[in-house]
């Protein structure tokens, strides 16, 4: 990279809790959390807001690796559980593993629901609904905002040596 050139802004540059193999618990202000997070990310995931729907860069996005938590890494999804649910926001139908969701109640707006956050930072990410399918039967609701991907390695290494091989 030259002297000129910029390099890309990674989640860990300007948020020093953000890490794909720390798993400790993180508990930061809200304060805290609006100075390091983008105002977007902020929202949804410190404020409990929604991102309109089909709006994410992942409601439409097959490439396969591992969904985290855009507010501190922490692994979420798998992309082999990702669906076409239809209903406007990336679904998938179970977590990466069972402490990194915490689920809690949520009866606002009329509705009786089940919130999901990060295990590890307690952001909101969505919601989860039992219409999904099999083998859960669960829909896990997710504004797209607060998620960041990484593409399988292996999948890459493939590709490129698809690509190589073609050429």
Not at 23 to 41: C, G, Y
């Amino acid at each position: 990279m030259s002297d000129n050139e910029t390099k890309p802004v990674s989640p860990e540059d300007k948020n020093p809790v953000y890490s794909h193999t720390d798993s400790s618990k993180v508990v930061l202000s809200d304060e805290e959390w609006e100075k390091i997070l983008p105002k977007d990310v902020y929202h949804i995931a410190r404020q409990k807001g929604t991102e309109r729907p089909w709006s994410s860069q992942f409601e439409n996005f097959n490439e396969i690796g591992t969904y985290y938590c855009a507010v501190c890494g922490n692994a979420l999804f798998k992309s082999d559980t990702k669906f076409e649910s239809g209903c406007g926001w990336p679904s998938f139908y179970e977590p990466i593993s069972k402490s990194s969701i915490i689920y809690v109640p949520d009866n606002t707006q009329g509705m009786q629901r089940t919130e999901v956050m990060c295990g590890r930072c307690k952001s909101h990410l969505g919601h989860v609904f039992d219409d999904g399918p099999q083998p859960t039967g669960l829909r896990y609701c997710i504004n797209g905002v607060v998620l960041d991907f990484d593409k399988a390695k292996e999948a890459e290494k493939a590709y490129n040596e698809g690509r190589k091989n073609s050429e």
